[in-house]
């Protein structure tokens, strides 16, 4: 029976997805930033906390578009299994005080099953016999998500770098895609006149950063009017928030409780057809489908992962993943936030303004569209010479990453041989960094290196 299989199996997935011996995992909110009128609830942000307490270098990690804190929790169980001498601290952004995680917790508590939670969050859309389902939160409530952009956004992460610099270990700061540029923002961030990478050992850039060229005044300008009038959120993949999220979500919970079933998805007719396979597949089938490199649309590149195919028989068709970078199962979990109460490694609502704002960093140059968009990155000429830097660059921002890392370096006097740069835009995808099987991942394979060597 689907129900009881799906209930049983998720008692025995967390153990598989357990962290190893020595490390913790812990989470909490602290007081943030206090942005204009925002409601005191939701000035906060999260510290996601993978590795032993009585570490006390801590790498402090941002997710990129659309993701959050969870995103990064396979990677970082599989970093401290290595490199023990360092915690992760994965930041939870506010904007995702905002969800409703209710019915994803009890279906990884067992209590819930994947057609539960699929009508929850989407099947209510279409099934009128559905009456207990989230609440999709109007634009007009939360107006004051316009605000959070860099500014915001700098601020909450100090907070959560001036913590782990309290153990008096060393800190670094990194970042994945957009999580790259708030990297930059922040080293570069002027606080009373000194740069944020003071005191910071190293910055990690995971195929994200900022490019020295920034956006103009004009540009500027126009994206703040058209912002007023417009919702809060981007629509990741030109899919309204929330609903990349919970597809995302859900889709990734019915791989890991129930893959071998018929997709809820693409019975659903709620998918983008676009998404969806020509034939009939299983959970696990039409979530690899939508998200591997060979048959995920363009516009969904930055979800992207090399994850495998469709397998060659079977009615309804499964998922193959055999020699993959990608296991199908770990880029679940990564998505899922599996085992991790409260949280999964998405972001339903992401501020528009948090992107606008990403394009005056400009390697930390000031320039006339910061003064527009309230971002302070003027130091980037005075960050620390002893500073580390570790570049990735995957498919989405290819060479540009590490041409960035370079730009950063050099116009602060950084030597050369404090830089480590890989290539790998030709063999990795956007996520592949990230959820790449620990045995074949280059990237993380060079971040232990990098880290053990500060």
């Known amino acids: 029976m689907v129900t009881a299989r799906a209930l049983s199996l998720a008692s025995a997935l967390v153990l598989a997805v357990a962290a190893p011996a020595g490390a913790k995992i812990s989470f909490q909110r602290i007081d943030g930033f206090k942005s204009p009128g925002t409601p005191a609830k939701y000035d906060r942000v999260g510290i996601l906390k993978i590795g032993s307490p009585n570490a006390r270098n801590v790498l402090v990690l941002n997710p990129g578009t659309s993701a959050s804190a969870a995103y990064f929790a396979p990677l970082a169980r599989s970093l401290v299994g290595k490199a023990p001498a360092w915690q992760v601290w994965a930041v939870e952004r506010r904007e995702n005080l905002l969800e409703d995680q209710s019915l994803f917790d009890r279906a990884k508590a067992g209590t819930a099953t994947p057609k539960q939670v699929f009508d929850y969050y989407l099947g209510w859309l279409k099934d009128s016999s559905v009456t207990t389902h989230v609440r999709l939160i109007p634009d ?6 316009r605000q959070w952009g860099m500014n915001t956004e700098i601020q909450d992460l100090r907070r959560v770098v001036l913590r782990a610099q309290k153990l008096g270990g060393k800190v ?8 790259g540029s708030i990297t930059s923002a922040y080293a570069t961030w002027n606080f009373g006149g000194k740069p944020g990478a003071r005191g910071l050992s190293g910055l990690v850039f995971i195929d994200g950063g900022s490019s020295p060229q920034p956006i103009s005044s004009a540009d500027a300008k126009q994206r703040l009017n058209d912002l007023r009038n417009a919702s ?8 309204p928030a929330p609903f990349t999220g919970l597809f995302n979500t859900s889709g990734s919970l019915s791989v890991l409780l129930d893959p071998d079933s018929p997709s809820l998805g693409q019975a659903s007719g709620l998918l983008p057809a676009n998404l969806v396979p020509p034939i009939p597949v299983t959970n696990a089938g039409q979530y690899g489908y939508a998200l591997d490199t060979e048959t995920s649309p363009a516009g969904l590149v930055a979800a992207q992962a090399h994850l495998g195919h469709l397998a060659a028989s079977g009615d309804p068709r499964g998922w193959d993943a055999a020699g993959e970078l990608t296991p199908l199962r770990r880029f679940a979990e990564m998505f899922s936030g599996w085992g991790l109460k409260g949280l999964d490694g998405t972001a339903w609502y992401h501020p528009q303004r948090l992107t606008i704002d990403a394009g005056a960093v400009a390697a930390g140059n000031a320039n006339p569209a910061q003064k527009i968009l309230d971002v302070h990155a003027t130091q980037g000429k005075h960050l620390p ?5 570790y570049a990735f660059g995957a498919a989405l921002g290819e060479t540009r990453v590490l041409d960035a890392a370079r730009a950063l370096a050099k116009q602060s006097h950084i030597p050369g ?16 960094p990230n959820s790449a099987s620990p045995e074949r991942n280059g990237f993380l394979k060079r971040l232990i290196l990098f880290l053990k060597s500060l």
């Open 140 to 145: 007009s409530e939360v107006g004051y998500a």
């Open 172 to 179: 670094v700061v990194g970042g994945h895609s957009l999580g």
């Open 232 to 239: 809060p959120w981007l629509a990741f993949g030109g899919i």
């Open 385 to 389: 010479k002893r500073l580390r830097i």
């Open 417 to 432: 041989s404090h830089l480590v740069l890989a290539d790998g835009h030709t063999t990795y995808a956007h996520n592949d």
